[in-house]
């Protein structure tokens, strides 16, 4: 059974940093895509970032320069760095994982098959 299990979420003032985690366990994902989704109450989830097998990154405009996506294969782990945290940020992170694909595209919900549970990020103002 595949499991991912995010971590680090809490509560922090405007300008401040997080760190979420991702285990992995049940699957090997060293040659998946993996990436970071938020879902605010009342709003869809929506892609975040995103890193494939080889170290490509992908992100969404809104977290460009704040966030950074990084993956540690020999531990089945992936992290988010969130930087220059702000009120919008305010949401539930999702971590996901997919196999990997010719074209890296098609950054939905959906494009996705594993997911974990989520972690509450609260950014104050």
């Known amino acids: 059974q595949v499991q991912l299990v995010e971590s680090g979420g809490g509560l922090v003032q405007a300008g401040g940093s997080l760190r979420l985690s991702c285990a992995v366990s049940g699957r090997t994902v060293s040659r998946d895509t993996m990436a970071w989704f938020r879902q605010a109450p009342g709003k869809e989830r929506e892609f975040v970032a995103a890193?494939?097998?080889?170290?490509?990154?992908y992100y969404h405009e809104y977290v460009k320069g704040r966030f950074t996506i990084s993956r540690y294969n020999s531990i089945n782990t992936v992290y988010l760095q969130m930087n220059g945290l702000k009120p919008e940020d305010t949401a539930v992170y999702f971590c996901?994982?997919?196999?990997?694909?010719?074209?890296?595209?098609?950054?939905?919900?959906?494009?996705?098959?594993?997911w974990g549970q989520g972690t509450q990020v609260t950014v104050s103002s």
């Open positions: 996901a994982a997919r196999p990997p694909r010719r074209e890296e595209s098609s950054w939905t919900a959906p494009n996705f098959a594993y």
């Open positions: 890193i494939n097998w080889s170290g490509n990154t």
